[in-house]
Nanobody, 120 residues
Framework: QVQVVESGGDLVQAGGSLRLSCAAS????????MGWYRQAPGKQRELVAI???????NYADSVKGRFTISRDSAKNTVYLQMNSLKPEDTALYYC??????????????WGQGTQVTVSS
């Protein structure tokens, strides 16, 4: 089993910054990708940013130039640096970890979420 724990969510004013962290632990053979998703009230969960094992990154258009995803592979940890925050960034942010087993089967694990609230 794999545990995923996020931290760093907070209440911040528009224009401010936050750094989210996500640590994965447990029976991890190989991580293929780690990413951040968010879900605002009444909306579907959406991809914010993702980073692959090879270091490739992908961002939602709405956060490009403001958010940066990074990782510490040795610690199975991923970070999301969020700058120039806007009220529309308010959401519950979830970390997702994709693990590949020795049998090349991929499993997806989610954290409980960390709340980011941006006031205007």
């Amino acid at each position: 089993q794999v545990q995923v724990v996020e931290s760093g969510g907070d209440l911040v004013q528009a224009g401010g910054s936050l750094r989210l962290s996500c640590a994965a632990s447990g029976s991890i053979s190989s991580i293929s990708a780690m990413g951040w998703y968010r879900q605002a009230p009444g909306k579907q969960r959406e991809l914010v940013a993702i980073i692959t094992r090879g270091g490739s990154t992908n961002y939602a258009d709405s956060v490009k130039g403001r958010f940066t995803i990074s990782r510490d592979s040795a610690k199975n940890t991923v970070y999301l640096q969020m700058n120039s925050l806007k009220p529309e960034d308010t959401a519950l942010y979830y970390c997702n970890v994709r693990v590949i087993t020795t049998g090349y089967i991929e499993f997806s694990y989610w954290g409980q979420g960390t709340q980011v609230t941006v006031s205007s």
